[in-house]
């Protein structure tokens, strides 16, 4: 039998049949229920039509059963092999967002590809694919009204906006500009919320038609008011779809608001808005991570009892470049991370700066750029990544964690382990102590693969 080659979804001007795109949005609506929904999953096995049909869902669930009913061995339906295509874009698509665009800046470049290697390493595969490792993410409020109790990144309470006036307008034109002219390509794979709800800025299409015009993306919009506005969220779907952005998304935090928005949206409507499901009961669990740390560790300290590691996964944060506060005039150069006591909010703060004007930050950015090398410098002290344990075998070492293990071996490796295994030393003077079995430059070599594996220490 031949292999069936489906259409393209995602390009926002894709002419695909409208049964087409109808099929693939009905059975997202279905599969998005079945995630959010325990007692739906519990009983759907007993009655699978007659039960998809009581909670409004038009799919058949039979056509579907390979996406909800694991381990039978069924031929997949033409439905099921149009969903796989869609799901095979979305992860394309996730890993293009990661890996399709450089920086003119060597040192950001580097640094930001080391930091995609670390999170593979230190969160496992599937985290670590998971995120995009944006470049620029933009708060253009001070704080959140939704209130979320789990936010991983601790949003504080909703206390301004940074309104599109001409002062304003002007200084964010000349922001993104600057950011254009040094990061390049990478920028335009950003997005303008972080601990924030981009629909609590009235203006905020105003500076995503900004960002489009300098940075030559329209910004990925996630939203955890749907239902506010149904009006300006469907018009701003449509500018976005317009602009050439792919997917947006709404955080969902409870059953009865998806059916809500179940209500108020057709499935063709939401076929490129994903779910992000966050109610008790979900098919995914929530990210161990800012608010829902604090709230874990409290309960941890009142009961003495211990979460399962299996409840976590660590970070919502996806950024490893700039986290650009516009109300307050400052910026960070963050990347994703495991929360723990240091990192409650699941990512680090490499640099911090404030500006006056776009001119100022064009200069501290230059700076912090400045800061990010492409190579070890000879004369800095280096050490491992202190999640990372280090064994001596025969021949060499081995790095492990609970993620990760890489064996090294050859000449000069046993020797280069211990010294890597004892206090801080700069690159030129382990170099110079195993000179007898390696040269100078293989060994400086060899501890710049370890660099650029994301495997040395550059925690701040």
């Known amino acids: 039998m031949l292999a069936v080659e489906f259409p393209a979804l995602l390009p926002p001007d894709s002419r695909v049949e409208p049964d087409y795109r ?12 079945w995630c959010a929904d325990p007692a739906f999953r519990a009983a759907l096995p007993s009655d699978p039509r007659g039960v998809a049909l009581a909670h409004g869902l038009q799919a058949d669930p039979e056509a579907l059963r390979p996406l909800w009913s694991f381990g039978e061995q069924q031929s997949p339906s033409l439905s099921v092999q149009r969903y796989r295509s869609f799901m095979a874009e979305k992860l394309n698509y996730r890993g293009f967002l990661r890996n399709a665009f450089g920086a003119p800046h060597g040192g950001f470049r580097a640094w930001r590809e080391r930091q995609i290697r670390r999170c593979f390493g230190q969160l496992g595969a599937a985290k670590g694919d998971s995120l995009v490792h944006a470049s620029l993410a933009v708060e253009l409020t001070q704080g959140c009204s939704v209130g979320c109790w789990f936010c991983g990144i601790s ?19 000349g922001v993104l500009t600057a950011i254009r002219e040094q990061l390049g390509e990478a920028s335009a794979r950003g997005f303008c919320y972080w601990a924030t709800d981009p629909l609590d800025n009235p203006d905020y299409e105003k500076f995503c038609l900004d960002f489009h015009s300098r940075l030559g993306r329209f910004p990925q919009t996630t939203t955890a008011q ?4 149904p009006a300006r969220w469907r018009q701003l779907h449509q500018l976005s779809r317009a602009h050439g952005n792919e997917i947006d998304r709404f955080s969902v935090l409870t059953l009865g608001g998806l059916k809500k928005i179940f209500a108020e949206y057709t499935p063709e409507e939401l076929l490129f808005v994903e779910l992000v499901l966050q109610m008790d009961g979900a098919w995914a669990g929530k990210a161990f991570a800012g608010k829902a740390r604090h709230k874990v560790e409290k309960w941890k300290k009142s009961t003495g ?44 703060i490499h640099a911090r700066r404030e500006f006056e004007d776009a001119e100022d930050f064009a200069r501290q950015l230059k700076e912090v750029l400045q800061t990010l090398s492409e190579r070890l410098p000879l004369d800095v002290p280096i050490r491992l990544r202190r999640d990372l344990v280090l064994e001596l075998t025969e021949s060499g070492f081995t790095l492990t964690n609970h993620y990760y293990r890489q064996s090294f071996s050859g000449p000069a490796m046993r020797q280069l382990g211990q010294l890597l295994s004892q206090a801080e030393a700069t690159p030129l003077e382990l170099a110079l102590r195993v000179e007898a079995v390696s040269s100078l430059q293989e060994t400086l070599m060899f501890l710049n693969q370890l660099l650029a ?8």
Not at 226 to 229: I, Q, V
Not at 306 to 327: H, K, N, Q, W, Y
Request: with cysteine.
């Open 22 to 33: 109808r099929d693939v949005a009905l059975t997202k609506r279905f599969l998005e229920y």
């Open 155 to 173: 949003a504080l309470k909703l206390s301004g906006n940074w309104d599109y006036t001409p002062a304003h307008q002007a200084l964010w034109n």
């Open 226 to 229: 749907p239902l506010k506005d």
């Open 305 to 348: 009892q211990e979460v399962p590691s299996s409840d976590t996964t660590s970070t919502i944060a996806c950024v490893s470049g700039l986290l650009l506060r516009m109300p307050e005039r400052s910026f960070e150069l963050v990347s994703p991370c495991a929360a723990d006591e240091r990192w409650p909010n699941g990512y680090r």
């Open 453 to 460: 594996g994301g495997l040395l220490d550059d925690e701040p």
